[in-house]
């Protein structure tokens, strides 16, 4: 009682870190599971199993095409999935060593690229599909006025924080991980899974293991203390006075004496293809008191994903260059010097810690959670019930176990993990159950 | 009460800080105990928005980029700076105003841009065959997709 004595009279009462807690998880809960709702709405919407999509086909001319045009197997599957976690994993290895050759106006290049890419021809396909099958008759001069004119204003919202408002911002890295998402779920069945779970696999060993290209990124970047152009959700600071630099929260390149510089992650979109994003974040439960000591947590450079290419491996020719790479970058943790307690590795799939406190997820994650929803709301919503309750546990367990290491953590391999197991569970045990229950009228 | 522009440091001591966040400092023994009159940000971002010298220059330059064919940064725009849009003009802070006419003339290029798309969509929706005739169903959208064959999803 004696601080609040001492307090201004109006003063708010000093907040504990439970208190912000549940709002910070809910800013960066609410976020994804806006994500999955929209992919499963165009997933319902827009998807027809029946019709070969041309990248069915495109993977089939790549896997050899012994197996048939849409061929569903398993070791088409394998193959692909291996193919695409070694693309990632080399494009990941190539942002590091642009990085570590200060190359970072190519790195924003290539984001911008990347991202715009996705916005206008991904989103434009979108649209044209649901123009399509909800017969809504627009004509093509406005279409060909609002498309290019809205992806140019989400690319700019999604690349440079600073100059547009926060909720926009976030808005537009939502839209980036959607449309990516619905183009992940038009692959074969068999191969998302394979996908998933060998994302899932290269996530853990790339942010845990020494050599792995996501550690090797962050390292570069804690160690120069820059941040890595990637893209990046950060959640919205529960309070906007946590950080002393709040005028920083935005601006790389200030320093203070006692701060390090606040390395926002940029917003960078590289889209190779398949981008894992990780989010490696601690939750430092000290971090109101870090926040009241003036040492805003500094996030480190996030690590890029390079999404695969495959398009590259299907329609490269056809349409020409079309990369479309998130980038996922997750930043490190970066602990201010006072109190500094060892590198904290920062996967992609981490979830951070902005200078302001506020939580970050990469969009890789948002990216692979939505897609393991979409392929389940390919089957039925019950499945989709059951892996979104999956994912959303992962969640809060990987930043359980973020708040206990105190170090990066990959997001991915707990969720899909999970999701995976759920769906499989909810298909083969829960389906049957729920049918006899119904058909009985037991329960419906 | 004057209303003070956030971001605009007004003595040397505040640095960095915003003075804004002085309302959440433990006061020293010698300062005065009443609250600092609230804060007039010139974001809807309040203080994680674009500082007060930044914001004249991108005000500017969203206006000026808005001409090329791209009314939705007018949007933005007005969006960003929503508190000073909604100031009335009479009353705004000394500080906004460099930035404001930026704003308005950006508000006032996206409702102009905003009014003709809509007035031609709509007359295009509901006019339909009977106005238009047969190019109707040349200009309609999933028309001109099949016909270029974009409809499908590309790869």
Known sequence: MADAAAAVPGDPPATTVLDSLGEDITRIVSPVSACMLIVVLLVSLLSSPNSPSPLTASFAAVTGGSVGGGADDIPTALITAVTFVVAVTAATFLLALLFYLRCTPCLRAYLGFSSLAVLLFLGGQVALLLISRLRFPLDAVSFALLLPNAAGALALAALSPASVPIALHQ????????????????????????????????????????????????????????????????????????????????????????????????????????????????????????????????????????????????????????????????????????????????????????????????????????????????????????????????????????AFFRRALPALPVSIGLGVLFYVLTRTLLEAFIMQCSTNLLMF | METRVAGVPEDEESGLLPRPSAAGRRPSSAAPRFRPPPAVWATVDGPLGLPLEEAEGHARRFFLWGFACLPFLWAINCCYFWPILRSPAASTPAAFAPIRPYVVRSAIGFSIFSVVLITWATTFIVGGERLFGPTWNDLVMYNVADKLGISGFMG
């Open chain 1, 171 to 402: 808005a537009a890295l939502v839209v980036v991980a959607v449309l990516t998402a619905f183009w992940f779920t038009l692959l074969p069945e068999w191969t998302t899974w394979a996908l998933l779970i060998a994302m899932a696999i290269y996530d853990l060993a790339a942010v845990l293991l020494p050599g792995g290209p996501l550690r090797v990124l962050l390292e570069l970047a804690i160690e120069r203390n820059e941040e890595i152009p990637a893209l990046v959700y950060e959640a919205r600071p529960v309070d906007p006075r946590h950080g002393s630099n709040w005028r920083l929260w935005r601006e790389g390149s200030q320093s203070d004496g006692n701060l390090d510089s606040s390395s926002t992650v940029e917003v960078i979109g590289e889209a190779f293809g398949r981008s894992i994003e990780g989010n490696s974040g601690n939750i430092s439960p000290s971090q109101v008191q870090e926040a009241s000591t003036l040492a805003g947590v500094v996030n480190s450079p996030p690590r890029p994903r390079a999404t695969s290419t495959i398009e590259q491996a299907g329609q490269a020719s056809a349409l020409g260059e079309h990369r479309v790479a998130v980038a996922e970058i997750r930043e490190p943790l970066i602990q201010p010097p006072l109190e500094r307690s060892g590198e904290q590795q920062e996967d992609e799939d981490g979830i951070g810690l902005s200078s302001s406190g506020a939580i970050k997820l990469g969009l890789g994650d948002f990216i692979f959670y939505s897609v393991l929803v979409g392929r389940a709301a390919m089957y039925d919503y019950m499945t989709v019930y059951a892996c979104y309750l999956a994912i959303i546990a992962g969640l809060g367990v990987t930043l359980l176990l973020l």
